[in-house]
């Protein structure tokens, strides 16, 4: 069985809450510059449209009430933060296929605050070494 780098971080990740050993964002230190990204860390202080990248760590697709489309809630998390992001079903409909576990997402949209509970609105996601 070949060892999976990505794997093995994300369990070190899921297990202590961090990361110890490495972090794969490290590396695209400048694709993180071009895109000009927000560590999640930072992004409570943000006004409107943003752009941040994370490593997908989990997801969960749901029918929408109010027109029964599929939309997503996914946990992404970079090397200082871990934040949920809310993909709608107009966004969803465009990227859905992105959405999978470990991949490493460019996501722009805005920080939003509602009872206490950070989340992400996307409004566009790509592949972040699309």
Same mark, same amino acid.
Do not use: C, H, W
């Given at each position: 069985? $070949?060892?999976?780098?990505?794997? &093995?971080?994300?369990?070190?990740?899921?297990?202590?809450?961090?990361?110890?050993s490495? &972090?794969?964002?490290?590396? $695209?230190?400048?694709?993180?510059?071009?895109?000009?990204?927000?560590?999640?860390?930072?992004?409570?202080?943000?006004?409107?449209?943003?752009?941040?990248?994370?490593?997908?760590?989990?997801?969960?697709?749901?029918?929408?009430? $109010?027109? &029964?489309?599929?939309?997503? *809630?996914?946990?992404?998390?970079?090397e200082?933060?871990?934040?949920?992001?809310?993909? *709608?079903?107009?966004?969803?409909?465009?990227? *859905?296929?992105?959405?999978?576990k470990?991949?490493?997402?460019?996501?722009?949209?805005?920080?939003?605050?509602?009872?206490?509970?950070?989340? *992400?609105?996307?409004?566009?996601?790509?592949?972040?070494?699309?």
């Open positions: 069985m $070949k060892d999976d780098p990505l794997t &093995n971080l994300n369990y070190e990740y899921e297990e202590l809450g961090i990361m110890l490495d &972090n794969p964002l490290r590396y $695209k230190k400048d694709l993180l510059d071009k895109f000009k990204v927000v560590s999640i860390a930072d992004i409570t202080s943000s006004i409107g449209y943003i752009n941040i990248a994370g490593i997908v760590s989990t997801i969960k697709v749901i029918k929408s009430k $109010k027109n &029964n489309t599929s939309m997503a *809630f996914m946990k992404v998390f970079d200082d933060g871990e934040i949920e992001v809310i993909v *709608f079903a107009k966004v969803y409909e465009r990227v *859905f296929s992105l959405l999978e470990n991949n490493i997402l460019l996501i722009n949209g805005r920080y939003d605050q509602k009872e206490d509970k950070d989340s *992400f609105i996307a409004n566009e996601i790509k592949l972040l070494e699309e």
